[in-house]
């Protein structure tokens, strides 16, 4: 899971308004990130679903991540996300992209590392 937090941090943190825009988080010690918390689930989630549209991706993190996040309380309503401070929901188009990049990598060189090691 290294890969995809260096992935995120290159591509997404980088540009996160709570950055110093070289994807470190400037966020105060008491506050948590989303994505940075939840990523490996974030990736699994992405990786496993398999649809062309953007209301499954939120359907699912909503189901599976937003769900156990300490913010979101048992009716559903996260300030956070009302807010725009959700970083993993304000950037999840870009999170998506990384995680079907990465995804889209791993699959090509996996023929090609099985033809090598054989």
């Given at each position: 899971m290294e890969q995809s937090w260096d992935a995120l941090r290159a591509h997404v943190c980088r540009k996160c308004i709570d950055g110093d825009g070289r994807g470190n988080c400037r966020l105060a010690r008491e506050e948590s990130c989303a994505l940075q918390a939840f990523h490996p689930e974030v990736f699994s989630l992405i990786n496993a679903l398999e649809s062309d549209s953007y209301d499954a991706f939120v359907q699912a993190l909503r189901a599976r991540i937003c769900s156990v996040c300490e913010h979101q309380t048992p009716e559903g309503v996260c300030l956070k996300?009302?807010?725009?401070?959700?970083?993993?929901?304000?950037?999840?188009?870009?999170?998506?992209?990384?995680?079907?990049?990465?995804?889209?990598?791993?699959?090509?060189?996996?023929p090609l590392e099985a033809a090598l090691n054989p």
């Amino acid at each position: 899971m290294e890969q995809s937090w260096d992935a995120l941090r290159a591509h997404v943190c980088r540009k996160c308004i709570d950055g110093d825009g070289r994807g470190n988080c400037r966020l105060a010690r008491e506050e948590s990130c989303a994505l940075q918390a939840f990523h490996p689930e974030v990736f699994s989630l992405i990786n496993a679903l398999e649809s062309d549209s953007y209301d499954a991706f939120v359907q699912a993190l909503r189901a599976r991540i937003c769900s156990v996040c300490e913010h979101q309380t048992p009716e559903g309503v996260c300030l956070k996300r009302q807010t725009l401070e959700c970083a993993l929901d304000r950037y999840y188009p870009l999170v998506i992209n990384v995680a079907e990049s990465l995804l889209a990598e791993t699959q090509a060189s996996s023929p090609l590392e099985a033809a090598l090691n054989p």
